[in-house]
Nanobody
Framework: QVQLVESGGGLVQVGDSLRLSCAVP????????MGWFRQPPGEEFEFVAS????????DYLDSVKGRFTISRDNAEATVSLQMESLKPEDTAIYYC????????????????WGQGTQVTVSS
C-alpha cells in the first residue's frame, strides 16, 4: 500500500466547477489504474470515475457523465477529477485510489487510498 494525497476540495455554489487532484508516489503510479470514489453524507460509498494506466480507458458513474472528467499525468504522477456543473447531490468526501490492473468500479479492488477531501455544493 502507498499513501495517496488528495487536494482541491472546498465549498462551491450550484453550477460551479472544482478540480480535485491526487498525488501518488511515482513508483506506485506506473501501470496503476486510478479511481475516484465518494461518500455523500448519510449515504453509501460509491464509485465516481476511473482511468487506466495509459489514460486511454475511462469509466464514469452515470450521474456524473458529461460533467466530470478524470485525467492523469504520468510524468507528474497525479490524477485529477475536473468537476463541472456541480449539484448539491455531488456533496461528499471524495477519495482517490489506485490498483494494479485494469479499471474497476469495485472499491475492494483498490489497494491504496487517500485520506479524502470534502466537496460541498451549496444551493
Amino acid at each position: 500500500q502507498v499513501q495517496l494525497v488528495e487536494s482541491g476540495g472546498g465549498l462551491v455554489q450550484v453550477g460551479d466547477s472544482l478540480r480535485l487532484s491526487c498525488a501518488v508516489p511515482k513508483r506506485a503510479f506506473v501501470y496503476a489504474a486510478m479511481g475516484w470514489f465518494r461518500q455523500p453524507p448519510g449515504e453509501e460509498f460509491e464509485f465516481v470515475a476511473s482511468i487506466n494506466w495509459s489514460g486511454e480507458s475511462t469509466d464514469y458513474l452515470d450521474s456524473v457523465k458529461g460533467r466530470f472528467t478524470i485525467s492523469r499525468d504520468n510524468a507528474e504522477a497525479t490524477v485529477s477529477l475536473q468537476m463541472e456543473s456541480l449539484k448539491p447531490e455531488d456533496t461528499a468526501i471524495y477519495y482517490c485510489a489506485s490498483r494494479m490492473g485494469d479499471i474497476s468500479r469495485k472499491s475492494t479492488d483498490y489497494g491504496s487510498w487517500g485520506q479524502g477531501t470534502q466537496v460541498t455544493v451549496s444551493s
